[in-house]
C-alpha cells in the first residue's frame, strides 16, 4: 500500500469521525441549522468555523511549497462564479434542506443510517453519474446566449 | 455552552485537520462530492485508488466510532419520495457546482475564494427557502 493511499485512508477517518462527533451526521441538526423560523440550532456554525480554522493555516503553511508525497498544490482559485456555481449550488441547497444530508456525512453515516440513508446514497451517485450531460447542456447555453 | 457547541467546535477541527492532511501531504482538496463524483463519471480515474482509499476511511470509521461513542441516530426523514428527490438534487447539484460542504464551504472559504463563499450563501439560502416551504408552508418534512 503507497503513501498517498495511507494518508487518503487517514483523511478520511478523521473526515468521518469529525463528523460524527460534531453531529452533522444528525439531520435534524443541520436542518435546525436551515429552519431560522422554527427552533434555530447555530451548531453547524461552530463545526464550519472549527473546520476552517486549520484549514486556513494549511493553505498558508502550503504558499511557496510543495506537498509532502510531492506534486503540486491545486491552481488558485478561479474568480470566475459562472452559471453552473449558481445552478449547482441552489439545486444543491434545495436537496440538502429536503433531506439534512450532503454527500460527506451520507457516506460517513452509511453504515449507521438504515435503508434511508442507503437510499439516499443510491440517488446521489445517480444525480452525480447523470450531471455531466446537465452541465455541458449549462454551458452551451451559456455559449448561445 | 450548551454541549453540542462543543462537540460541534471539536468535531470541527477535527475535519478541518483531515483537509489539511489531505492538502498538505496528498496536494488534494478533501471535497466529498467531487472525490465521489471523480468516481462515478469516470473522471477520477488517474487518482482512482487514493479515492477509493478516502472514502473507505470515511465509510469505517463512523462505523468503529459508533462502537465506543454512542448510539447515533440520523433521524432521516421516513419519506423515500423525499429522500430519493433529494440524493438526486445534491448528486446533480454539488457536480455542477464543482463542490459542497466540504469542498466549497470548508476548503473554499479558508482559502477565501470568491467561488467557495458564493456557492455557500446560494445552498445555505436554498436550503434554508426549502425547509421553510416544505416544513413550515406544506408540512412534507
Not at chain 2, 462505523?63 to 461513542?69: I, M, N, R, S, T
Request: overall charge positive; some cysteine; glycine content about 18%.
Amino acid at each position: 500500500m503507497n503513501m498517498r493511499n495511507i494518508f487518503a485512508l487517514l483523511s478520511g477517518g478523521l473526515f468521518g469521525a469529525g463528523l460524527t462527533v460534531s453531529g452533522m451526521v444528525d439531520t435534524a441538526k443541520v436542518q435546525g441549522w436551515l429552519d431560522v423560523f422554527g427552533t434555530w440550532d447555530p451548531t453547524l456554525a461552530f463545526v464550519m468555523g472549527g473546520a476552517i480554522l486549520p484549514m486556513a493555516i494549511a493553505w498558508y503553511i502550503a504558499r511557496g511549497r510543495q506537498p509532502a508525497l510531492g506534486g503540486s498544490f491545486p491552481a488558485p482559485s478561479d474568480p470566475r462564479l459562472g452559471r453552473n456555481l449558481i445552478v449547482g449550488s441552489t439545486l444543491f441547497g434545495m436537496g440538502w434542506g429536503l433531506a439534512g444530508l450532503c454527500p460527506g456525512p451520507a457516506v460517513a453515516s452509511l453504515s449507521y443510517g438504515g435503508v434511508g440513508g442507503l437510499v439516499f446514497m443510491a440517488a446521489m451517485l445517480a444525480g452525480m453519474w447523470a450531471a455531466p450531460p446537465l452541465r455541458a447542456r449549462l454551458d452551451a447555453m451559456g455559449a448561445a446566449a | 455552552m450548551p454541549l453540542d457547541w462543543i462537540m460541534g467546535l471539536i468535531g470541527g477541527l477535527m475535519i478541518g485537520s483531515a483537509a489539511a492532511m489531505f492538502l498538505l501531504i496528498n496536494g488534494r482538496i478533501m471535497g466529498a462530492s467531487g472525490i465521489l463524483g471523480g468516481l462515478v463519471d469516470g473522471t477520477g480515474r488517474s487518482n482512482r485508488s487514493e479515492r477509493l482509499f478516502f472514502v473507505a476511511g470515511l465509510f469505517l470509521v463512523p462505523l468503529a466510532v459508533v462502537q465506543v461513542y454512542e448510539r447515533v441516530d440520523t433521524n432521516l426523514t421516513g419519506n423515500l419520495a423525499v429522500v430519493v428527490a433529494a440524493g438526486l438534487l445534491v448528486g446533480i447539484g454539488t457536480r455542477i457546482a464543482n463542490g459542497c460542504t466540504s469542498g466549497h464551504g470548508v476548503c473554499g472559504i479558508s482559502r477565501l475564494s470568491l467561488r467557495g463563499m458564493v456557492a455557500t450563501v446560494f445552498y445555505i439560502l436554498a436550503g434554508g427557502v426549502t425547509v421553510v416551504v416544505f416544513k413550515h408552508l406544506l408540512g412534507i418534512i
